[in-house]
Structure formats: C-alpha cells, structure tokens
C-alpha cells in the first residue's frame, strides 16, 4: 500500500508498505477521505511542540479488517475515526482538561491519515473513538468531522451568548468552522483577514461584517461597530503572533480571548502584559477535541446545521502528496483533501 512518510524536518515521500499487522481490538480502515491540516504542515518542517509526528489525523474511511475481539463494527462499515481518545477517568479528564490527558496522545492512526490503509489502536476502538456514518454524510465531508470538532470544543470553552460580538481572526477553513458554529450560538459575528477569498467564505457562512486586514485598522473597526466597547470574545484562528496582537487590541475589558491557531514553535509576543491585568483580560486556549464534540458535530452534519463541504478547494490523491503540501504552502485556498 501507499502512505506518506515523513523522514525528518521537509523530507517527505509517498512510499509503498504492507498494511499495519492488527492487535486484538484493532480496526484496519481504508482511507477514503483525509484533510490536509495546518498542525501536518508545521510537522513537515519540523516545527510543531509534538514529538514523533504522525501525519493525517482528518481520516475517514471504511472498516477494512479487525483484530480479535473487536464488538459493534463490522467490515464495510463506514467511519469516522477519532485519532486520539482520553481516559476519561483520570485527574485531568475528570476536570475539563481531557486533551491533556497523559493517554489521550500515547495512540494514533498507525502508520498515519496520509495512507491507503491504517491501523486503529483497540484503544481508540474501545474509548468510543470510531464513529459510524449515516449514508447520507460523505466521505469527504466526514474528514472535516475532527477539524470541526476542534472549534466546537474552542466555542464551548469560551461560553459565547447571544447578546456578545465574537471577532473571529482569520477566514481560512478553521476561522469559518468557527463562524458556522457560532452562528447557531446567535452572537453577532465580525471576520479579519488578509485575504479577500478567504473572507468571502465567512461571510457566506453567517459574518455580519468581515474585514480586510491589509486595508483597515481592524481593531478602531470592531470598537466602531461595538460602541466603542470591543469584542466580548475574539478568536485567534491562527498562529500569526500579528493575529494575537489584533486580538489583544480588538478585545473588551473584561473580554476573552482564545487563542486556537498553533503558533509555531519559539513565538514571542510583543506586547505589554501589564495591559492583559488593567483589562482584566482572560486568555483561553483550547487544544484539539474529544468524542463530546466529534459526536455533536457529526449529528450537526448529519442535521445539514453545518455546512462545511465549499470549504474543500483543492483534492489530490495520495501520489500526489507533494504537490497538495505546495498548494497549501502557497496559501490561496481553503481545505485540501487527499484521497486514495
Ligand atoms: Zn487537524
Ligand atoms: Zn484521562
């Protein structure tokens, strides 16, 4: 089979392997669908905070085979499996932080998303972590289920209500996920960024206003639009430290920011910190997702609430892998996918 092989820092090749040997509990799926995400990209090069980088975690596909052992599934079922799945039980899950939990990273997709065939630890099979597809949600569509899931788990963190302003920095596939989500939430949603195609997505997807970055002041903007007030809520939905700086100046006192793009690694912020304490600022950050929010988020697909299949730009298949990481790179797009 063909998988991508990631050999150090931007060495990257499609490579053919025999398919992952199955363990007593495992699924072997068969990747129909994979979403190209920006955490892979920083892995390429060498710069994402995780060791051992394992690349694709936006799989879906179809149950190919399993290891002894294995209730509830059978082979052609079609799914949608969560790469990392916590305990549940231990201090940190018990206390909202279940993404840090120390088992909720010790397995993932073997060898990886990026692959014609992979591997489901009985771990993630046993934790509730491989969700079965309704017929009507597609393959494509079901590889954008852990990406949105991420930014429901983010929305819930924050706590938004319907009288707020929610500023959501940066319109790519993950600032517009965002926007869906909090739309059914009902606050008045604005949008920058500093690519024009990119806004005009979130504003298809529910933004009462959207700005251009490169051409306004965003930060006089959004206090022009509250009142003078600022946004209740601003959410990073990029790794750009210039993201965290308008978010700092574009929030209220007393507001809340939450930092969900992945900075990459070693970024400094030039900012006055005395200015977070006089506005009693509260920064959150909100770090992958659980079954909680890939379960709601699928039901929200299968609901047609959210509608997150135009966000796909760009498909290429796995043999393709290099080009699909070149496209991204240059940046003009929405989400890739890379198919079989
Ligand atoms: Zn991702
Ligand atoms: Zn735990």
């Known amino acids: 089979m063909k998988h991508v092989l990631l050999k150090s820092a931007g060495d990257v090749s499609v490579e053919e392997t025999t398919p992952p040997a199955l363990n007593q509990g495992d699924i072997l799926v068969e990747?129909?669908?994979?979403?190209?995400?920006?955490?892979?990209?920083?892995?390429?090069?060498?710069?994402?905070?995780?060791?051992?980088?394992?690349?694709?975690?936006?799989?879906?596909?179809?149950?190919?085979?399993?290891?002894?052992?294995?209730?509830?599934?059978?082979?052609?079922?079609?799914?949608?499996?969560?790469?990392?799945?916590?305990?549940?039980?231990?201090?940190?899950?018990?206390?909202?932080?279940?993404?840090?939990?120390?088992?909720?990273?010790?397995?993932?997709?073997?060898p990886g998303g990026f692959s014609e065939y992979f591997r489901v630890p009985a771990w993630n099979v046993k934790?509730?972590?491989?969700?079965?597809?309704?017929?009507?949600?597609?393959?494509?569509?079901?590889?954008?289920?852990?990406?949105?899931?991420?930014?429901?788990?983010?929305?819930?963190?924050?706590d938004v209500s319907e009288d707020e302003t929610v500023l959501v920095v940066g319109a790519g596939p993950i600032g517009v996920t965002?926007?869906?989500?909090?739309?059914?939430?009902?606050?008045?949603?604005?949008?920058?960024?500093?690519?024009?195609?990119?806004?005009?997505?979130?504003?298809?997807?529910?933004?009462?206003?959207?700005?251009?970055?490169?051409?306004?002041?965003?930060?006089?903007?959004?206090?022009e639009e509250t009142g003078g007030i600022g946004a209740d809520l601003v959410i990073v939905a990029s790794g750009n430290a210039k993201a965290m700086i308008q978010a700092l100046n574009s929030v209220r006192k007393g507001g809340k920011i939450c930092l969900f793009g992945v900075p990459a690694k070693g970024t400094r912020l030039d900012y006055d910190f005395s200015d977070i304490f006089n506005s009693e600022v509260s920064i959150i950050t909100s770090n992958a997702a659980t079954e909680v929010e890939t379960k709601a988020t699928l039901k929200l697909m299968e609901e047609h609430r959210l509608d997150l299949l135009f966000l796909i730009t760009h498909r290429f298949r796995l043999d393709e892998f290099e080009k699909a990481v070149e496209t991204a790179k240059q940046g003009n797009c929405g989400k890739i996918v890379i198919t079989p």
């Open 178 to 223: 965002h926007v869906q989500l909090l739309s059914l939430r009902g606050p008045k949603i604005l949008v920058s960024d500093i690519n024009s195609t990119r806004l005009q997505f979130a504003e298809r997807s529910g933004a009462s206003a959207v700005y251009d970055a490169t051409k306004i002041d965003v930060p006089s903007k959004v206090r």
């Open 127 to 158: 934790g509730g972590g491989v969700l079965k597809l309704p017929s009507n949600l597609s393959f494509e569509e079901a590889s954008l289920i852990e990406p949105a899931a991420c930014c429901m788990r983010s929305i819930n963190r924050c």
């Open 31 to 110: 990747m129909k669908a994979c979403g190209l995400c920006g955490t892979d990209l920083e892995k390429l090069h060498g710069r994402y905070v995780a060791s051992q980088p394992v690349l694709g975690h936006e799989a879906s596909g179809v149950v190919a085979d399993m290891g002894d052992g294995v209730e509830g599934f059978n082979v052609g079922d079609r799914v949608f499996p969560h790469h990392h799945v916590p305990c549940y039980k231990c201090h940190f899950c018990r206390n909202g932080s279940e993404t840090m939990c120390p088992h909720y990273r010790a397995s993932n997709l073997d």
